[in-house]
């Protein structure tokens, strides 16, 4: 089970979320086709003040793939 939206918005939120990794793997054969990182930084005026709510639509529809 992967986390819903809901909760990656949750650990943006409070900071908790610090890495991302998106594995692109062929089903037939498993290889790894792609891997990308993606490093998650916040300051604290931006954990505070809450602004992670622009960023909230972005998350949410890469999820839904």
Do not use: H, M
């Not at 900071?15 to 498993?30: E, F, M, N, P």
């Not at 005026?45 to 529809?61: H, I, N, R, W």
């Amino acid at each position: 089970n992967s986390p819903s939206s809901a909760t990656f918005s949750a650990w943006l939120e409070t900071g908790k979320l610090q890495r991302v990794v998106l594995v692109i793997i062929d089903q037939a054969t498993s290889e790894t086709l792609e891997r990308w990182n993606f490093v998650i930084e916040a300051d604290q005026e931006v954990l505070e003040k809450g602004y992670v709510s622009s960023f909230q639509t972005s998350c949410a529809t890469l999820i839904s793939f």
